[in-house]
């Protein structure tokens, strides 16, 4: 999205005048579902739209029905202008900022390392103001600076955390799936295939996404076809740039075809970007025809209500296009109940400040940032730290005394903050030299300083990494190294030292701290993501052993020399020798890597069992004759859609015993491997996973399913998933357990 967020977009009102005629008339919505529709035109206070028990199609189609054709291109936009007549006045559609000093948690980056992680609401979340944005891309490449906003490179993990946090941020109610009521609209976004903004002059309004039909289906929209089926998302928000020549937000085969049915809205300028920018019509007419008949229905801007009705003049598109599209909008405004009489008498019509920064919600958001934090290295065993041991704390680094930079991107002005510095400061004494001003650390720096107050103190903790000048919209990197002279401060303070010294990354992508896992001197290694308001406190807990990191990777950290030979515009998944590519993602990379997806250690040691062994031979029923196709060398497969799925799912029952000393939590990971590496399907992809807390000393049982055709398919090189049939690899940590399909006719 551009400089205008969409966190209210969705809030498009017709006019306060609209509402208040159906308060007005509020009795209205008790006189039946077929009068109060088929009445269409009862006057004021008993328009058809105004009853709330009719299906909200019908009542969309009827409040669109009174609107002249002039009154409605003005709604296709993010700004609705003023309707004389009835009596409304303009609106604007974006707001840059969220509800006032809302509670920031950590961002979906730093979510993602927990597997469950409670700042995806799920079963009680706390109200809108509490939760961070959350893209549904997964992350392709680690120099993009929107990856902080995405789950992690997993398109698995990216789908079920996107769905699991639309249900809680919706959480319908009353209705049939995908016309119910909403407590709030969700809009998963990008969609597809953006994950480039700006890079070495490749920016995000002209890329073309050269994109194969085996990486859109088994990567790419994998999580977006998970927001629409188990989410039951409101809206999906297409992107900037093109796919394959055409532009996401014209392309009828990604959004009617695909997306059938549901609100489209565009990212803020995208109509304009297809026509100016990337000159894919000719006219503004065209574009304007071209994107609603692709199924588009929400302009993020101007450009459809300022070309509409000319475009209809020409005969470009019909009234039929713009009431289409036109409907879809406000059946999303009434199953928010705007439509529905006083908003004060509307089930969540009564939160309001006193809702905001509960002392709920900074539980959970300390809770959040603990549990994101993942300890990648902890030589000797030198964490946690010991009060009784360590009094004073030299705390250094460009980020030692960050705020605003724990909150990410796309985020409102929290209502407290807890640094690192304040943070560990509640702990020990602190002696406090930053050694770099800011993340950049460029030109004379007093780094001699911060290696000064290592020298005297018990322990030196530092905290380095980007920030939202390195990493953000429209800002992609060009290397994975520290900027500028972060990477000399870390070793010249680590050699002074006198202590045992803790290195904090905080970031949203991945940095190449090669140089620090092999510094004998650095003895332990935490990345705190961008972990929200209470960051600095989590990072401090877990530090001084009050939290036990659990936390794991939920991206491949890559060497530099990756990036060095794999440009940012190659969207290629899959590794092609013949041509030196190595792939993306731990799915189909099996190059060297400084840290790997699914890495992160514990203060405790778990050990983990088949309590229960998956069945060795499991028959994949097909609908009338076998018919097996060629995936590979020596592969068979079959189509997942001839395939009879219902009930096809292998039990995984793991027993993980907590070994060590300290209670802690622990997220078994099951990986799924082919019959053959080699060909086009992943290496290996997760197919379950599940965290829970296990006591020291005690037990616990954890059971998972894996779905065989959702989780054990691949898509073939004409974008159809397949099973493939043999020797399946079930892999947990060190278990390995072998799982042969067969296929069976099913008449």
């Not at 724990?406 to 929290?414: F, K, L, V």
Request: proline share 8%; with cysteine; hydrophobic share 40%.
């Amino acid at each position: 999205m551009s400089s205008k967020p969409f966190s209210l977009l969705l809030l498009l009102l017709l006019s306060a005048a609209i509402l208040l005629r159906c308060a007005a008339g509020a009795g209205a919505a008790g006189s039946g579902a077929a009068r109060g529709v088929r009445n269409a035109r009862r006057g004021p206070g008993g328009d058809a739209f105004c009853d709330a028990r009719a299906p909200v199609r019908e009542r969309a189609r009827d409040l669109v029905a009174r609107l002249t054709r002039a009154e409605k291109v003005r709604l296709l936009g993010d700004g609705a202008a003023a309707v004389p007549r009835w009596g409304s006045q303009s609106t604007s559609g974006g707001r840059r900022r969220s509800t006032a000093s809302p509670t920031r948690v950590p961002g979906s980056a730093s979510a993602a390392p927990s597997p469950a992680p409670p700042a995806s609401p799920r079963s009680s979340p706390p109200p809108p103001p509490s939760t961070p944005p959350s893209g549904s891309s997964s992350a392709r490449d680690p120099r993009w600076g929107r990856g902080q906003e995405t789950p992690g490179e997993d398109p698995i993990v990216a789908a079920r955390y996107a769905a699991a946090y639309v249900r809680g941020l919706q959480q319908p109610y009353g209705g049939s799936p995908g016309h119910s009521r909403l407590k709030l609209a969700a809009c998963c976004k990008h969609y597809t295939a953006y994950d480039l903004d700006n890079w070495k002059g490749h920016n995000r309004y002209q890329f073309n996404a050269i994109v194969s039909k085996q990486d859109l289906e088994d990567t790419f929209n994998v999580p977006f076809k998970a927001c629409v089926e188990e989410g039951q998302v409101a809206s999906v928000m297409c992107s900037y740039n093109q796919i394959n020549g055409v532009p996401s937000c014209a392309d009828p085969n990604l959004l009617s075809g695909t997306v059938r049915g549901l609100y489209i809205v565009s990212d803020c300028d995208s109509v304009g970007v297809l026509y100016g920018a990337q000159r894919f019509t000719h006219t503004p007419e065209d574009a304007v025809a071209v994107t609603l008949k692709a199924g588009l229905d929400l302009d993020c801007g101007p450009f459809l209500s300022k070309h509409a009705e000319s475009a209809v003049q020409q005969g470009k598109i019909s009234d039929a296009d713009i009431d289409a599209a036109l409907i879809h909008t406000i059946m999303v405004q009434m199953r928010l109940g705007m439509f529905d009489g006083e908003p004060s008498k509307q089930p969540f019509g009564n939160l309001g400040p006193r809702d905001v920064c509960t002392q709920a919600h900074q539980d959970l958001a300390l809770q959040a940032a603990r549990q994101g934090i993942v300890l990648l290295d902890n030589d000797r065993g030198i964490l946690p730290l010991s009060r009784d041991r360590v009094r004073t704390v030299a705390v250094v680094g460009p980020n030692s005394d960050a705020t605003l930079t724990m909150i990410g991107n796309y985020a409102g002005n929290p209502c407290r903050f807890t640094s690192p510095l304040q943070g560990i400061g509640r702990y020990v004494n602190t002696i406090h030299q930053k050694g770099c001003t800011n993340v950049a650390c460029v030109g004379n720096q007093p780094i001699e300083a911060a290696a000064g107050a290592a020298r005297v103190a018990d322990a030196t903790i530092m905290i380095v990494g980007l920030d939202q000048s390195a990493e953000t919209e429209a800002l992609d990197r060009v290397s994975l190294l520290l900027p500028g002279r972060q990477q000399e401060l870390v070793s010249k303070v680590a050699a002074a030292a006198r202590g045992p010294v803790v290195l904090v990354l905080m970031c949203g992508g991945p940095v190449d701290v090669t140089f620090a896992k092999s510094d004998l001197k650095i003895g332990a290694i935490l990345w705190a993501g961008y972990p929200g308001q209470a960051g600095g406190a989590a990072i401090a807990d877990v530090i001084f052993g009050a939290y036990n990191p659990s936390g794991k990777l939920p991206v491949t950290w890559y060497p530099e020399e990756y990036v060095d030979t794999v440009p940012m515009t190659d969207m290629a998944m899959r590794p092609d020798p013949a041509r030196g590519y190595p792939g993306r993602s731990y799915r189909f990379y099996t190059g060297p890597v400084v840290y790997p997806f699914g890495h992160g250690l514990s203060y405790t040691r778990f050990a983990q069992s088949l309590a229960e062994p998956p069945p060795a031979l499991l028959a994949v029923p097909v609908r009338g004759r076998p018919r097996l196709n060629s995936t590979g060398p020596g592969w068979a497969a079959v189509r997942v859609d001839r395939a009879r799925c219902e009930g096809l799912v292998i039990p995984v029952h793991v027993d993980v015993a907590n070994v060590g000393g300290r209670d802690g939590a622990h997220t078994v990971l099951v990986y799924s491997s082919p019959p053959q590496r080699g060909g086009s399907a992943p290496g290996k992809q997760l197919v379950a996973f599940e965290k829970v807390h296990v006591a020291a000393g005690g037990r616990v049982r954890v059971e998972v399913g894996v779905d065989v055709c959702r989780d054990m398919s691949f898509a073939d090189v004409s974008g159809v998933r397949r099973i493939p049939i043999g020797d399946h690899s079930i892999q947990i940590g060190d278990l390995l357990h072998s799982v042969s399909l067969t296929v069976q006719a099913h008449v």
